[in-house]
């Protein structure tokens, strides 16, 4: 294997590995950039074996195994550095001791180690912005650059901001645990949040020359998956994976060919990928078993679901979305879930139904510079033939979005009601 073939191994396995690595490492140092430091210390070790030894048999345990010894290493410099003179004998005796009992607490449950992880890094001192940074940095194994370059900022920018979270953390002494009770669900409820605003970034772009960007689904549909695996009976969990899971099986029917946004109703429904929609039914039926009270999420896949089952467009179920919104409502009251009911309504009953609930919207706060308000009565107002009415929403909605494609796709729409 040449040197570009190796290294491209390296990042594969350190994509999948570092998690683990990070989560092992923060349990013993208790410090998370400190834990992250010490994992890139044995990344660097692998760029640099690697190349000349081969890659080994087990290159997660390898990493783990360097790292664990970086850890040791880390500790007894401290341990040095702190110890008074008189007692430096028998306090290296001790902390020599311990050191076996340090390799072997390396072994533990690595799930504990990463459900720990995934909790602190969506810790209610940091800003919502600074746990989703943190946790594609610690969880997701993407670069600096890379999460800067989704959300549009300087890598340096992106930087300062994963530093800072880190020291926030540091300076709060966040303990390493997972919480119980009522704080578990509470803190619980942010992870979910934080691996939600994650994928919706990845499939709707909010600002930016690409209507996606596919590696953000990839990773929260990745964090997603561990999370119900180390949480198996949390229906909530199961409920955001089924949304995801059959939201980016859309994927490739979301575009053309020059990256131009294709919309749900005009969109080749035998592009939608099957293997991701019945993993997502799987997921969708495991949260429903597990509580006969549904929660947002799983109220949400169940809408995707009816979209899914759906062979073509004429075909979906706009009635029973049109219900599953009002149920959505009820749990999480907001304008936007009504704007979204307000669609199902109107294909459901008609234009004049649906423009209806969007017109007692229209003064909403939360919807000042929601860009879809416009979109959507634009639609129905072109559907009931008031074209120039509708030309003007198109053209008000385009100047409010950030996101390139979706501001000539509004154009686009805006011409055809000149027509």
Known sequence: MGATETHRAIEAVWKIESARVIAGLTRIVRDVGVAEELAQDALVAALEKWPEDGIPENPGAWLMGTAKHRAIDYLRRGTLIDRKHEDLGREMAEREMQVPDLAAAMDDDIGDDMLRLVFISCRAVLSTDARVALTLRLLGGLTTDEIARAFLVTETTMAQRIVRAKKTLSDAKVPFEVPRG??????????????????????????????????????????????????????????????????ASRSKARTNSQGEPILLLDQDRSRWDRLLIHRGFAALDRAERLSARRGSYTVQAAIAACHARAAVADET???????????????????????????????????????????????????????????????????????????????????????????????????????
């Not at 979005?401 to 000539?408: D, F, G, K, L, Q």
């Open 182 to 247: 009522e704080e578990f669900k509470g803190r619980l409820t942010s992870v979910l949040q934080v691996v939600y605003l994650i994928f919706n970034e990845g499939y709707s772009a909010t600002a930016g020359d690409d209507w996606m960007r596919p590696a953000l689904c990839e990773e929260a549909l990745r964090l997603g998956r561990i999370l119900a695996e180390l949480v198996p009976d949390e229906p909530e969990v199961h409920g955001l994976v089924a949304l995801m899971e059959i939201q």
């Open 317 to 419: 179920n706009w009635s029973r979305i049109a219900e599953l919104y009002s149920e959505l409502s009820d749990i999480e009251p907001s304008p936007i879930i009504e704007l979204n009911r307000a669609v199902a309504l109107s294909m459901a009953e008609g234009p004049a139904a649906g423009l209806a609930l969007v017109d007692s919207l229209k003064n909403d706060p939360v919807l000042k510079t929601y860009h879809l308000l416009p979109s959507v009565r634009g639609d129905l107002l072109k559907k009931l033939g008031r074209k120039q009415e509708a030309r003007a929403e198109f053209e008000r909605a385009a100047s409010i979005t950030r996101n390139v494609r979706e501001r000539a796709l509004l154009l686009e729409r805006a011409n055809s009601c000149a027509e």
